[in-house]
């Protein structure tokens, strides 16, 4: 089975990954099912229909080109090569059981639910499926297999691993409508809008951006097992199309913004946090496996951010380098340029709000790492850690200070430690 570096190509100096055409990111099963579960607390059922939405867009993207260079035409031949692909991005082995009336597709373990019964020590702790990715996938990979202008198959989760059934199960059926899809973040797209001016719907990345070390070397070493999911240093990894993350989290904001405008900070609290405990276990949990992440943890504090700035360049969060440290006290981050702020450039343009998310929380997740973490220690990551960091020590908080999208040349955030 192919290795996560045997899909994803760089786009350096970036620090992004494509997959084909379309833009991915690296992320645990901590980031993607916190941002979830926010998302379903903020809209309810709403959230779901929004989530298999953006995920068939993602995949529809995905795919097509993907069966093209392949040349694959037969019916059979795109399912079976859409199952091949969702299980070498480390997102489950699906077994698509359809014809053009319809189907079923099954799967023995898939990232969310078998994540969430990790999160929950082997508990099945919800009535909700949790799969919208997967289904938004399985329907999109059923309607470029069998094509109708009388409509698209529509992916319903009638048995989920995390609410404690033994297999996932999906039922297939068409629904009496056209595809809609919104703006997908491609590889194109983004060099095009790199050479817009500052501040109009695009990005200029500065000369003088660092350049990211090769992502291969990290990528290379993950690999799906024979689940099709992708388990190490204490973590499920699986890459995902920016198109889905990024579009679930800002259609989700813009619609609260617009309904409670009150709640729009606490949602924007819970989106950061989210990419907090995704950067905090995922990157920690590789620099304290030698075998998996940047070397040994070095004990410079210096060093050790290096090495985990290493990390995020690789799994594609962007070419971060840190223009401040004081150990303890503060840290500043620069980035030309981020995949989430690339996605609200070309879909929604320019704004004034501090839309970088996802790089504040990893901000405050890599100052965790670097003030609160003892990586000398025998086992420097234990289920209680990340919890205990709440319980005393310092208050972080972070700003966006600078944005593309705001107009500045790069993207940077400062977090601040505070014992008041």
């Not at 695009?202 to 660092?210: E, Q, R």
């Not at 989700?252 to 309904?259: I, N, T």
């Not at 950067?279 to 290096?306: I, Y």
Request: charged residues 20%; hydrophobic residues 40%; contains cysteine.
């Amino acid at each position: 089975m192919n290795t996560l570096g045997d899909l994803a190509l760089e786009l350096r100096p970036r620090g992004l990954l494509c997959l084909g055409d379309q833009l991915v990111v690296a992320l645990s099963h901590h980031h993607t099912l916190f941002l979830e579960q926010t998302l379903l607390d903020a809209l309810g059922g709403e959230s779901l229909a929004l989530r298999r939405q953006a995920a068939f867009e993602a995949a529809h993207a995905l795919l097509g080109p993907h069966f093209t260079e392949r040349r694959v035409t037969a019916p059979k031949d795109k399912l079976a090569t859409a199952e091949a692909l969702f299980a070498s991005l480390g997102h489950g082995h699906l077994r698509f059981e359809l014809g053009p009336e319809g189907g079923a597709v099954h799967a023995d373990a898939l990232h969310h639910a078998t994540g969430s019964l990790q999160r929950h020590g082997g508990r099945a702790p919800t009535r909700v499926s949790v799969d919208a990715f997967a289904a938004g996938y399985c329907s999109a990979a059923a309607s470029l297999a069998y094509p109708s202008d009388w409509g698209r198959f529509e992916a319903e989760e009638l048995r989920c691993a995390a609410r404690g059934d033994k297999i996932c199960s999906f039922t297939l059926t068409r629904r009496a409508e056209r595809p809609r899809f919104g703006a997908i973040i491609t590889r194109a797209l983004v060099e095009a809008a790199e050479t817009s001016p500052p501040g109009a719907d695009g990005w200029s990345v500065p000369p003088s951006a660092p350049s990211a070390p090769p992502a291969a070397p990290l990528l290379d070493k993950l690999t799906p097992d024979a689940r099709g999911l992708i388990h190490t240093c204490g973590v499920y990894i699986a890459l995902v199309p920016v198109s889905y993350a990024a579009q679930i989290t800002y259609d989700a904001l813009h619609l609260v913004e617009r309904r409670s405008p009150e709640l729009g900070p606490v949602l924007e609290a819970l989106v950061r946090e989210a990419a907090q405990v995704g950067a905090f276990h995922l990157l920690g949990g590789l620099l304290a496996s030698p075998t998996h992440g940047a070397g040994p943890a070095k004990a410079d504090v210096h060093e050790r951010l290096d090495q985990l700035l290493g990390l995020c360049r690789a799994l594609g969060w962007g070419a971060l380098s840190a223009t401040e440290i004081v150990p303890g006290r503060s840290l500043v981050l620069q980035c030309p340029i981020t995949a989430e702020g690339a996605y609200y450039s070309i879909r929604h343009g320019a704004t004034l709000r501090r839309r970088l998310l996802f790089l504040q929380g990893t901000a405050l997740g890599l100052m965790q790492l670097l003030t609160r973490v003892d990586f000398m220690a025998a086992e420097p990551l234990r289920p209680d850690t990340y919890p205990g960091l709440f319980r005393s020590g310092p208050r972080l908080t972070v700003e966006e200070t600078r944005s593309p999208l705001r107009g500045d040349p790069v993207c940077e955030v400062r977090v601040v430690a505070s014992t008041a």
